[in-house]
């Protein structure tokens, strides 16, 4: 971790600007390699959202040979997991980021068992759909 060397008045200035404050307001900043790639994993679970969003979207768009409404029903789940994927990232990001900032273990994904439950009812689903 790197220590907060200035503690002028432009550094305060330019921790209050940073957002969200409950974040960058305690600790002391880490190495900039591990903050960046919190960013990244952030960015990765909204690229997950696109995703899954995508996925839902051309299930129904396409004329798949799956039962209508097992089809519907796998769409409908792939689409809201693919609008809880942002709530894991920002969730993520800021337990990890406070994480870092206090030097504390990092948390795990806080929804990732819940998204990944969803992702196995929506592959049941569409299999089933498959063989009927």
Do not use: H
Not at 69 to 79: D, E, F, Q
């Amino acid at each position: 971790m790197v220590a907060d060397i200035g503690d002028d008045a432009s550094s305060r200035t330019d921790r209050r600007r940073r957002w969200p404050g409950r974040v960058f307001d305690t600790g002391v900043d880490p190495d900039p390699r591990f903050s960046l790639a919190n960013e990244r994993t952030f960015l990765a679970w909204i690229r997950t959202s696109l995703a899954l969003f995508a996925a839902g979207i051309a299930l129904e768009a396409l004329a798949l040979p799956i039962a209508p409404g097992l089809r519907r029903a796998a769409a409908v789940v792939l689409i809201a997991l693919g609008a809880a994927a942002p709530v894991q990232a920002w969730i993520g990001w800021l337990r990890t980021e406070a994480a870092l900032r206090l030097g504390r273990s990092l948390p795990p994904p806080a929804l990732a068992m819940p998204l990944g439950l969803g992702l196995v009812a929506a592959a049941g689903l569409i299999l089933i759909g498959l063989v009927r």
